[in-house]
């Protein structure tokens, strides 16, 4: 039968923002994998064609640093003076 939707036999669950454990520790052991191998990967890293160490790197990337989240900004101009939001067009002209 199992249990209604949006319930669960641990309802205390895992604290909100608390790092999954296996995660952290794959990280911690790939960027050991990476520290003591660097001078390897970067020979191997030489020897590959651009497009193919550009693909390399990248794939390193997600698992050394954090993922940033996207910035949303809502500006509600209704609310801003002539010369605020002249500052703002100017701001995204020197952009």
Request: proline share 5%; glycine share 4%.
């Amino acid at each position: 039968m199992g249990l209604k939707k949006g319930t669960t036999n641990n309802p205390a669950g895992r604290p909100a923002g608390t790092p999954n454990k296996i995660t952290s520790d794959l990280r911690e052991r790939i960027n050991l994998l990476i520290e003591t191998n660097f001078d390897t990967i970067q020979t191997d890293l030489t020897a590959l064609e651009p497009k193919d160490r550009l693909f390399f790197i990248d794939k390193l990337l997600k698992y050394c640093l954090p993922t940033l989240s996207a910035v949303d900004s809502n500006i509600n101009i209704d609310n801003l003076t002539d010369d605020q939001i002249q500052q703002i067009i100017n701001s995204i002209n020197l952009e």
